[in-house]
């Protein structure tokens, strides 16, 4: 997109656009920081309240496909800047996003293995990252198969299989 689009589509022109933004690329991890900010306190909201750290992930695992539709711009923008990082900023941005989803899936993780609900053999970073690279996967594979996608019961199952593996099992 040209610096002459992007004016035009905030509605000024491109000496006003310039005159905020020393370049493109400066415009571009203005956007980058404030979409990823945006994503992080939307992924906050789906455990705000929650007490048990397993119904947390729950509502994180099973909200992800909503924040995905809802969000599907901003995701989009995050994802293409991921697979396109060839710069040092935006690396580092990327880096600082990730890490604030992995500080707070830790947080819950942690809290669930000092509580023998979920287990303890998996270091919680490790745990966190599994859910991210599930998150990850979902939003670039998506597109390949849209119908199963919408379908509730999918990504109920999806959810109960990204968590499957963490949950600590109780005795019968």
């Known amino acids: 997109m040209t610096t002459a689009a992007i004016a035009q ?4 022109t491109e000496p006003i656009l310039y005159r905020h933004f020393p370049s493109k690329r400066v ?3 203005r956007l980058l920081e404030e979409v990823m900010d945006g994503m992080t306190k939307a992924l906050q ?3 705000q309240g929650a007490t048990d750290p397993v119904d947390a992930l729950r ?3 099973r909200g992800y496909p909503e924040l995905a539709r809802r969000y599907e711009r901003e995701f989009s923008i995050i994802n293409r800047a991921l697979a396109e990082a060839g710069d040092a900023k935006t690396r580092s941005l990327l880096r600082a996003h990730y890490e604030a989803y992995e500080r707070l899936l830790v947080g819950v993780i942690r809290a669930g293995q000092a509580q023998g609900l979920l287990r303890r053999d998996i270091p919680a970073r490790l745990a966190a990252w599994h859910l991210i690279h599930t998150a990850l996967g979902y939003l670039f594979t998506r597109p390949l ?4 996608h919408r379908d509730p019961a999918y990504e109920t199952l999806m ?7 963490l949950v600590a099992r109780r005795p019968h």
């Open 159 to 165: 959810a109960e299989a990204a968590l499957g593996g």
């Open 145 to 148: 198969s849209p119908e199963a």
């Open 9 to 12: 589509a905030a509605g000024v």
């Open 59 to 61: 509502r994180i695992a």
């Open 45 to 47: 909201g789906l455990v």
């Open 27 to 29: 415009l571009f991890h």
